[in-house]
């Protein structure tokens, strides 16, 4: 973030599109072999995998942290916490579903240091897989979008969606945003539309 404090949406908004862009990037090199085309097939659906985990887990880490950070000192028990943690297992989706006996919404650091971070994951990473579609409809669009969210004035710094609007990129607060975004994915990956009847 270069000591600058202009959201932490956007500074993880910077670090996961760089990801995502060298996949779209690396793809043509990829192909010269059966066996590179393989390999980035595999990588491919590990990264989207990944993405998939990343809107379930910190989703849930974020459910969380709310939950908590809504008790009154008083009331945060070992028991309450617990129960807490259950509660907002509702909110995960599929098979991303913590264990509860590692504790591991409690541990996370970023709980206690930089409370309400983790939600930032999952705003961010809606964005910089448009910025990936953008790369991948026109070839250097979600390079140009990506550099003119560096160039900001960090001097008299706008909202998140502000700033992503400034650069061309949707809000990821939006109706329809993740399904627009998993439609643009099953496109890249099988070059067909998804449509759910």
Same mark, same amino acid.
């Given at each position: 973030?270069?000591?600058?404090?202009?959201?932490?949406?956007?500074?993880?908004?910077?670090?996961?599109?760089?990801?995502?862009?060298?996949?779209?990037?690396?793809?043509?090199?990829?192909?010269?072999?059966?066996?590179?085309?393989?390999?980035?097939?595999?990588?491919?659906?590990?990264?989207?995998?990944?993405?998939?985990?990343?809107?379930?887990y910190q989703g849930y880490l974020a459910?969380?942290?709310?939950?908590?950070?809504?008790?009154?000192?008083?009331?945060?028990?070992?028991?309450?916490?617990?129960?807490?943690?259950?509660?907002?297992?509702?909110?995960?989706?599929?098979?991303?579903?913590?264990?509860?006996?590692?504790?591991?919404?409690?541990?996370?650091?970023?709980?206690?240091?930089?409370?309400?971070?983790?939600?930032?994951?999952?705003?961010?990473?809606?964005?910089?897989?448009?910025?990936?579609?953008?790369?991948?409809?026109?070839?250097?669009?979600?390079?140009?979008?990506?550099?003119?969210?560096?160039a900001r004035d960090n001097s008299n710094?706008?909202?998140?969606?502000?700033?992503?609007?400034?650069?061309? $990129?949707?809000?990821?607060?939006?109706?329809?945003? $993740?399904?627009?975004?998993?439609?643009?994915?099953?496109?890249?990956?099988?070059?067909?539309?998804? $449509?759910?009847?």
């Amino acid at each position: 973030n270069d000591g600058r404090n202009a959201g932490l949406d956007l500074s993880e908004v910077y670090s996961q599109a760089l990801s995502y862009l060298m996949l779209v990037k690396i793809q043509s090199k990829m192909s010269a072999t059966q066996t590179l085309k393989d390999n980035y097939r595999y990588m491919l659906h590990k990264e989207m995998d990944n993405l998939y985990n990343i809107l379930a887990y910190q989703g849930y880490l974020a459910t969380f942290e709310h939950m908590v950070y809504g008790l009154s000192v008083d009331e945060v028990t070992e028991l309450r916490l617990k129960s807490l943690m259950n509660d907002a297992q509702e909110y995960c989706l599929g098979s991303v579903i913590p264990d509860l006996s590692t504790w591991d919404a409690v541990l996370i650091v970023h709980t206690v240091e930089y409370p309400f971070y983790v939600q930032s994951y999952c705003t961010s990473l809606v964005a910089a897989i448009e910025i990936m579609l953008m790369e991948i409809e026109e070839e250097g669009a979600g390079v140009d979008a990506f550099m003119s969210l560096l160039a900001r004035d960090n001097s008299n710094p706008l909202s998140f969606e502000k700033e992503l609007e400034r650069a061309g $990129i949707s809000s990821p607060l939006r109706d329809g945003a $993740i399904t627009d975004m998993y439609q643009g994915i099953y496109q890249f990956i099988t070059g067909r539309t998804y $449509i759910k009847r």
